[in-house]
């Protein structure tokens, strides 16, 4: 179910009987002394293909880089700006739109996208509303799951952190994925325990100001595979309960 | 305290004392029946306008234009699109910024510029984390509060409203509008008494034929003077909290 | 007659009989030692609400921000850059298009924004002549009408200060919005009496060095309310004579 | 003195005891029955030819396409959109300003252009004015001549012609082009012979509509190559007198 | 070596004894009728993932979208315009020089992106040389390297298929991928075996009506997974020596 | 058959008998020691008027600027950005298009150039294929063809020159250029004799310490106006070549 294995033959007959698509979009930035550039990608890309694979639900290539400008003083990172990102969904929407797809569900893995997706979505849908767009396109539905946000995942992460989950770097995406790429554990001393909280709505300077190792409210070196394994039964319970919110609303 | 109606040497002076600066922003589009047009703008403005009387906080001029495409199907809405807004509110800053303004709050009448504000605030700050920025200018902090969402607001809509607060032409700020331009009160029946919920991520038209007469969830014929009044205080306490932890973080 | 304070049904009312509108749109910057910083957008919106008062035109938001790139190096300026204000005047076009109005007659109270107006009628009619716009719309007339500029205004001042008007913080401009905002009245002798002439069309350092205290050519200390009171008459006759030219031309 | 017949090892030498330059920027687009399409640009192309000849200035490319998009319904003219013209201008100004150039001197042929012209200039000192731009380069001075409104110009067509001048597809042009491109000239009757006034404020087909063979108010029948001859005359000495007052101010 | 496998700690390390990286870029487009969509992002990321491997050099996620427009009429193509792209490539290249990183070296599976990266290469340099970019950063090298085009790929597709390698969803490519994705194998009988040659710079419906099964020139039909082990060889060894000429040339 | 020479009415005409145009495109950059700054487009202009002269095609104005970022560090270059070329060429294709141009032909004449060309292209077809261009617009056919890359000039210039062509201030284009302008000649010592080879794509500095007279393994001191002569022939042979094939491909 996943697009990039698929022939323009097999999407052709998958939108005579279904018009949704998933798009795993994340970040590449730093997530402290233990935590991977990828996290952000790889926790939706592993849910999404879950997804997928279980409820035959097509699944779009990973969109990688993210809106990840307050992370860009800390090595690794790669960032769009947030008008990048705008044209970069406007696109993906356009093509699939031109398809017939209806209903675009992005699986997000990184809180800094939120507001663009957001935006995105607005901008897209003011081509119509403006009349300029493109007008032969019927209906289009588009939202955002946040996989970290679901109310099973919340839960999970409250059971076995409570406060050392944090709001970045946290303690339940490290452990989705190490999960996923089991090969990338790191074992990192965590000092102090847990980091420092406050705002991340600055530059990247001033992030790094604030939050010297990267983490933030976070002690992931709680994390495990084992852990991980129980976020992707619950992200993949809470995503797919959105999906369907999302595909045949009640 | 208005900018606009301050010399420049009069800025000049507050700046020697003063950097912070509130900046309502607001939005163009129908509110229902018996709401004004211009509902999104008339209420941050007279938030930010009786704060700025009791503190001494210096406001710039009234963003009247928002992000409000989905309200395109009434006649009266103006929208700009999400890019053309980051862009006007990227010049803000960046002007204020040069003058030695370091905390610029947004004070905002609008649920839907508020994604977009958070995109805005993102793409400033990446100019100068990316490193091409308007690297002179110093201490940057960019804030956004929505007046509907303080506390004090919300407990008092709570208790005057329950269910029919609603969430678009919402009786409390049609009451803070009324209580602010009095002579444009309108009394008009509510048919059916409370509108439908729903969500407002769309294109115009769907907007239109999911909300028929513009509400969301509300009952705004529940709205008086009076009430606004009382809203003006809660807002303006909710306001000044936030604009002090915003100037002064402990 | 003010949108802002119209519902949507009353603006689909006015629609029927009637489908011109006026958007004042001024500037946010420095006006010399006495005059205002909104002054710019203070003046076209008085003139534009009188002229909607008596004559039963719909006045759009002001549009408070305008191209004021080289007042930049005095506080308390704001500034779009001509591309974004293009971005602005367009979406605002767009938007009452939409709705079915076809004539929108800008009253403009900045010098600075008037190449830039007349380049974002070019772009956006530029989007119908190239065949990609917003086709559906029809009929569609754009016009700048400078409040300063009127042949009663222009004779009136001439008549009141001759040279000391000068052609920037000019003492009729000031005067005007004395007369709107009597409460920010400010008395300050001017040195010299009659400011530097001289051209505006450079960044804003070079503007601040060729123009020390803001002024151009100007000697605004004889304004008076009184004459304000006088400008708005004859601004009013003005701008409604060529409102009237502009929506039935012989 | 042309700077495409130039080496860069010239240009260098230029530099160190001139630091102005001409621009010529034109159009490309119909000029009515016996007008060439490219008018706008032959004829300040050839008055800078010319000034640069007598004078010893420095002549850039000529700027072949101008904003007509008002024009785009007679066949062969080509329009930038304002946007475009001035990303264009902007980059054009930059590239000069980066070898040492301070005074670059449109000389242009286009009503059309003037807006966005100006609209370019305030773009360009924006990007310094904000402290975002090209920052190390130096002075930075921008005007625009428009050949056809010098005051010797204005005089000859006053007397030749009279009301027959015109706006567009003018008398006076159309000798100018003449003269500098005998082997084009063609004899056309006009009817009626002095064509419609009007303004060109609008879209493509609306100025066809108002305009039927492309001329606005003029007999360009009355046009010749030896008048063109005494256009050219003119039209030197009040570039000339324009650039010295431009680089060398009083 | 993969950047979405380290901590920022690590990459930090990396960057203190090489500042090269290999970034894989792709597309998600139709490859005919047993050629994954995601054919060209799957073949530079196996490469790029085995040279990581092999010679301990850096390898960013991939760019799974492209520039892929003529392929819209076939289901499961998602297209980036070419300015989309190029912002794209652009806020990657500045993040990664902001880190210190020198070299970026592209291994890219698509020819459709060969124009707009090196337009994109050309923006970014720009930046600099017009003096507005980001300033601080020092040297910076960018470069294209098509895993299908070097000689020794080349050489065995040559070998293998002779004219039945084709242009677009080319034997050697789907040999590749499916080395890379034996669970995503397809047998498909091609019709005809050979598909029609020919210029792909056209719109998506004109290239469908050009090649209508989606191959331009090839029969995949010839590939096998054995033959996709040894295009990863030879292109790994291409791809390797283009590297190190492009890090260290001589 | 130029269209700056032409009426609108003979532009009429002519579309009816053909719907194929020229457009010359160049660039305004160094062109060595004795080359002069405007080769690039001198050449492709000459050319194509040479072609539209005999065979009767209509030549546009020629698109003097072109993307030559590389060479602003030496004095006399002007460059586009990319992206403003690429909104050049997208403006230019639009205005023809919308007369009934079907095939637009770039006759371009440097090399830098290519790469932006092509993206354009893509650009103009992207916003057909995305669904929200110029629709109503029919069939559109695009390229470029370089004149120095045709194979009657290569084998001219290797039979000529040998390895002293070189890459950039080739010896071909120098001997083209002064054919087409023998009153710009200029005689040169070249030291070295034959410039250093390398590639250009960097920024400007770099390319000035790579190449610090402005030539790429080039002598063009072997040029001269008899040789310019015979590469016209040559290239003009070429072109039309290219162009028959472009308008009536078998």
Chains 1, 2, 3, 4, 5, 6 share one sequence.
Request: net charge negative; glycine share 10%; aromatic share 8%.
């Amino acid at each position: 179910m996943r697009l990039q294995h698929a022939t323009w033959q097999e999407v052709d007959a998958y939108l005579r009987r279904e018009t949704g698509i998933i798009v795993p979009i994340g970040s590449t930035e730093q997530h402290g002394p233990n935590g991977l550039v990828g996290t952000d990608a790889i926790c939706p890309e592993t849910v999404a293909w879950e997804v997928g694979e279980r409820y035959g639900v097509l699944v779009a290539p990973t969109q990688n880089l993210g809106m990840a400008q307050h992370h860009l003083a800390f090595p690794g990172t790669i960032s769009l700006r947030p008008s990048t990102l705008i044209a970069v969904l406007r696109d993906t929407v356009i093509s699939l739109s031109r398809h017939g797809f209806t209903h675009v569900f992005f699986l997000n893995g990184h809180g800094g996208n939120v507001a663009t997706l957001s935006a995105a979505f607005a901008e897209i849908h003011a081509e119509r509303s403006m009349g300029y767009g493109p007008q032969p396109v019927g209906e289009l539905h588009l939202t955002t799951h946040n996989w970290f946000a679901g109310s099973r995942v919340r839960e999970l992460a409250e059971s076995l952190y409570g406060d050392a989950e944090g709001t970045h770097a946290t303690a339940s995406e490290v452990a989705l994925s190490w999960f996923a790429r089991p090969e990338a554990v790191k074992h990192v001393d965590m000092s102090p325990r847990i980091a420092p909280r406050g705002s991340a709505q600055c530059d990247a300077d001033e992030f790094r100001r604030r939050f010297p190792d990267g983490r933030m409210g976070s002690d992931p070196s709680l994390a495990s595979i084992e852990h991980g394994e129980r976020f992707l039964d619950a992200s993949v319970s809470d995503a797919w309960e959105a999906y369907r919110a999302f595909i045949r609303p009640i």
